[in-house]
């Protein structure tokens, strides 16, 4: 299939602006007109839905659970057809003046995604599918683990056929990292030697292993924990399915990984040192576009270089205080190497210290939940988890993150803390991570997006705009000090200290992706602006090589939400409510930032004129 992009973008790209219905339509033309668009943007995702096995795994969907998403060039040249001709059929059957003001957002937000996915198609090889904080290589015994459920023998054979599925995925995988070396789109140096360490883990031990003595492996542990606790199959049965996935990992997932990981020794042969995406072909034109995609604004990266500057000097001022406070003497630099040294604010890096903190941080997360009338009318239903990262992916995975549940609340939102170096998770900073990943943070927020009613799935579930949602999350480690959290000065500490990360994030990602900073400098950089300790500052550094501008979106997302609650309560006086805006702000679902604006801006206005 060709697409024409050059002719289409500039008929198909000229999207449509805030409004209200036309008042030339009565109210049963608007709600029809709407009803004919939503149940557009329905069959729309539906479609798609039923193309991403993966994304079906995710919402709780059990319908191709033994297959694997296609990983093809032709598949996403396919995929982008679909949606152009998805938007095409929205502009040609509905008239967007004759619909209410949700179902125009709607429009609004499916005709940007579309715009998006458009303009984004030429940078389609210009990531690294095997890397150190997602790579395929962690992606696919972290879905099977946590996301594959095994509740009746159905599913327990769709288990079996995805792990036998794995070898013709990876054979695409090995395609697609091909076309990247011959455009000399190639991971740094440091990257290879990581990416092989988790893709060996995933294949060490039984029963890749047959010694007696070998420990099994994660995805063997996982299918024979999932298969001893079915209830619907006897032991017979039980033994023929434990057999058959012992089989499919012996004879497909083994060679599958090792084929891989053949292929990535061949590449590092074609690797540099080069950090920055500033190196691969239209380096810079492409690091622009990921700063529009992630923080969905104009800032270039000189302007959010200096924005970063100016917090980082900002935060420090304040962590100053803190230093008074607590009665530190020494300059601040001296205060950082006493908060990372000092044994009292880290647990034992033991199986008890680590489970304390996990127990720690449930129980954060479980007293801010009963403070949460003070700042919001909407809570969600679903639950939240506490979970450690699993031991295979451990070593490279970020300091924490979290994963959606299932709409329908059979698997729960789910924190996870990586407690595999506990000097990299200080207790300082157990409040404001609680409340980031958690509530009133990412859990919160996607949880009420996935509750909400009448409104499109795409709407719903899809979490795309990362300076909305990590903007969310940051500027919900700040508002319990509004609520009297963070007593403990050190815990005060520790938001700063995360805040002050984001902000030097600013700084570092644009240094590295547009002044052409070595991955050295970045490291150097934050060792000597921040507490944070050596091990973070590494794996944190290697983030933002491989994961170019996202690391932006925190702080951008972040300023623009106080900005907004200061103009609303600005211009509201005594008619601002503080839950009122945190339910206009998650009321519409993931939203780029201007129209996030836009929608306070009407708030705003209705509510002066009320």
């Given at each position: 299939?060709?697409?024409?992009?050059?002719?289409?973008?500039?008929?198909?790209?000229?999207?449509?602006?805030?409004?209200?219905?036309?008042?030339?339509?009565?109210?049963?033309?608007?709600?029809?007109?709407?009803?004919?668009?939503?149940?557009?943007?329905?069959?729309?995702?539906?479609?798609?839905?039923?193309?991403?096995?993966?994304?079906?795994?995710?919402?709780?969907?059990?319908?191709?659970?033994?297959?694997?998403?296609?990983?093809?060039?032709?598949?996403?040249?396919?995929?982008?057809?679909?949606?152009?001709?998805?938007?095409?059929?929205?502009?040609?059957?509905?008239?967007?003046?004759?619909?209410?003001?949700?179902?125009?957002?709607?429009?609004?937000?499916?005709?940007?995604?579309?715009?998006?996915?458009?303009?984004?198609?030429?940078?389609?090889?210009?990531?690294?599918?095997?890397?150190?904080?997602?790579?395929?290589?962690?992606?696919?015994?972290?879905?099977?683990?946590?996301?594959?459920?095994?509740?009746?023998?159905?599913?327990?054979?769709?288990?079996?056929?995805?792990?036998?599925?794995?070898?013709?995925?990876?054979?695409?995988?090995?395609?697609?990292?091909?076309?990247?070396?011959?455009?000399?789109?190639?991971?740094?140096?440091?990257?290879?030697?990581?990416?092989?360490?988790?893709?060996?883990?995933?294949?060490?031990?039984?029963?890749?292993?047959?010694?007696?003595?070998?420990?099994?492996?994660?995805?063997?542990?996982?299918?024979?924990?999932?298969?001893?606790?079915?209830?619907?199959?006897?032991?017979?049965?039980?033994?023929?399915?434990?057999?058959?996935?012992?089989?499919?990992?012996?004879e497909v997932v083994g060679p599958a990984y090792r084929e891989l990981l053949a292929k990535w020794d061949d590449l590092e042969k074609s690797a540099?040192?080069?950090?920055?995406?500033?190196?691969?072909?239209?380096?810079?034109?492409?690091?622009?576009?990921?700063?529009?995609?992630?923080?969905?604004?104009?800032?270039?990266?000189?302007?959010?270089?200096?924005?970063?500057?100016?917090?980082?000097?900002?935060?420090?001022?304040?962590?100053r205080g803190i230093m008074k406070q607590v009665g530190f003497k020494g300059d601040l630099p001296a205060f950082f190497k006493f908060m990372r040294?000092?044994?009292?604010?880290?647990?034992?890096?033991?199986?008890?210290?680590?489970?304390?903190?996990?127990?720690?941080?449930?129980?954060?997360?479980?007293?801010?939940?009963?403070?949460?009338?003070?700042?919001?009318?909407?809570?969600?239903?679903?639950?939240?988890?506490?979970?450690?990262?699993?031991?295979?992916?451990?070593?490279?995975?970020?300091?924490?993150?979290?994963?959606?549940?299932?709409?329908?609340?059979?698997?729960?939102?789910?924190?996870?803390?990586?407690?595999?170096?506990?000097?990299?998770?200080?207790?300082?900073?157990?409040?404001?991570?609680?409340?980031?990943?958690?509530?009133?943070?990412?859990?919160?927020?996607?949880?009420?997006?996935?509750?909400?009613?009448?409104?499109?799935?795409?709407?719903?579930?899809?979490?795309?705009?990362?300076?909305?949602?990590?903007?969310?999350?940051?500027?919900?480690?700040?508002?319990?000090?509004?609520?009297?959290?963070?007593?403990?000065?050190?815990?005060?500490?520790?938001?700063?200290?995360?805040?002050?990360?984001?902000?030097?994030?600013?700084?570092?990602?644009?240094?590295?992706?547009?002044?052409?900073?070595?991955?050295?400098?970045?490291?150097?950089?934050?060792?000597?602006?921040?507490?944070?300790?050596?091990?973070?500052?590494?794996?944190?550094?290697?983030?933002?090589?491989?994961?170019?501008?996202?690391?932006?979106?925190?702080?951008?997302?972040?300023?623009?939400?106080?900005?907004?609650?200061?103009?609303?309560?600005?211009?509201?006086?005594?008619?601002?409510?503080?839950?009122?805006?945190?339910?206009?702000?998650?009321?519409?679902?993931?939203?780029?930032?201007?129209?996030?604006?836009?929608?306070?801006?009407?708030?705003?206005?209705?509510?002066?004129?009320?």
């Amino acid at each position: 299939m060709k697409l024409h992009l050059c002719s289409w973008l500039p008929l198909g790209l000229g999207l449509v602006t805030l409004g209200t219905a036309s008042a030339a339509f009565t109210p049963e033309q608007i709600a029809t007109e709407s009803a004919k668009a939503n149940a557009f943007f329905e069959r729309s995702w539906s479609a798609g839905v039923d193309r991403s096995p993966i994304t079906q795994g995710y919402l709780g969907i059990k319908k191709d659970e033994d297959k694997w998403d296609d990983l093809s060039d032709a598949h996403t040249v396919a995929e982008l057809g679909f949606q152009l001709a998805d938007l095409a059929e929205l502009k040609r059957t509905v008239d967007y003046a004759a619909l209410d003001s949700q179902a125009q957002l709607s429009y609004r937000l499916f005709e940007r995604t579309v715009a998006d996915a458009a303009e984004n198609f030429r940078w389609r090889f210009h990531d690294y599918p095997l890397n150190q904080m997602f790579g395929w290589q962690d992606n696919v015994p972290s879905f099977l683990i946590t996301v594959h459920s095994v509740d009746d023998l159905r599913d327990a054979q769709a288990y079996i056929a995805r792990l036998r599925g794995i070898g013709p995925m990876f054979a695409q995988l090995v395609e697609q990292l091909e076309t990247r070396r011959k455009l000399g789109v190639l991971p740094p140096r440091f990257v290879f030697p990581l990416v092989r360490d988790s893709a060996k883990n995933v294949i060490t031990g039984a029963p890749f292993d047959a010694s007696a003595n070998a420990k099994p492996s994660a995805l063997w542990e996982d299918f024979s924990a999932k298969v001893t606790a079915l209830k619907s199959a006897d032991a017979p049965m039980k033994e023929k399915l434990l057999a058959e996935a012992r089989a499919a990992l012996i004879e497909v997932v083994g060679p599958a990984y090792r084929e891989l990981l053949a292929k990535w020794d061949d590449l590092e042969k074609s690797a540099t040192e080069d950090d920055g995406v500033w190196k691969l072909p239209d380096g810079a034109a492409y690091y622009n576009q990921q700063l529009k995609n992630q923080t969905t604004t104009r800032l270039n990266s000189d302007e959010i270089h200096a924005l970063g500057l100016k917090e980082i000097a900002r935060i420090h001022e304040e962590m100053r205080g803190i230093m008074k406070q607590v009665g530190f003497k020494g300059d601040l630099p001296a205060f950082f190497k006493f908060m990372r040294e000092d044994p009292q604010f880290y647990f034992p890096n033991t199986a008890e210290g680590k489970q304390a903190y996990l127990t720690q941080a449930t129980a954060i997360i479980d007293t801010m939940r009963g403070r949460l009338d003070a700042l919001f009318i909407t809570k969600p239903k679903a639950q939240i988890a506490v979970k450690a990262v699993e031991p295979f992916r451990e070593k490279t995975a970020g300091t924490a993150f979290y994963q959606q549940g299932t709409p329908d609340g059979t698997r729960p939102g789910i924190y996870y803390a990586n407690v595999y170096d506990m000097a990299a998770m200080p207790k300082y900073e157990m409040e404001a991570l609680a409340y980031h990943e958690g509530i009133p943070g990412h859990h919160m927020q996607i949880s009420i997006a996935q509750e909400l009613t009448g409104v499109p799935s795409f709407r719903k579930f899809a979490q795309g705009y990362t300076a909305y949602v990590e903007g969310w999350g940051l500027y919900c480690e700040r508002v319990p000090k509004e609520l009297g959290f963070y007593q403990n000065a050190y815990s005060d500490f520790g938001r700063l200290s995360m805040e002050l990360w984001r902000a030097a994030r600013l700084v570092v990602d644009t240094g590295l992706h547009a002044k052409k900073w070595t991955r050295q400098q970045v490291i150097d950089y934050l060792k000597t602006n921040t507490p944070n300790s050596e091990r973070d500052i590494t794996t944190e550094t290697n983030r933002y090589i491989v994961m170019p501008g996202q690391a932006t979106a925190y702080k951008v997302g972040m300023i623009k939400l106080l900005e907004l609650r200061a103009t609303a309560k600005r211009e509201l006086g005594s008619k601002f409510d503080v839950r009122e805006y945190h339910d206009q702000v998650l009321r519409d679902g993931p939203v780029p930032l201007d129209v996030l604006e836009e929608n306070i801006g009407a708030w705003i206005a209705r509510k002066k004129g009320s």
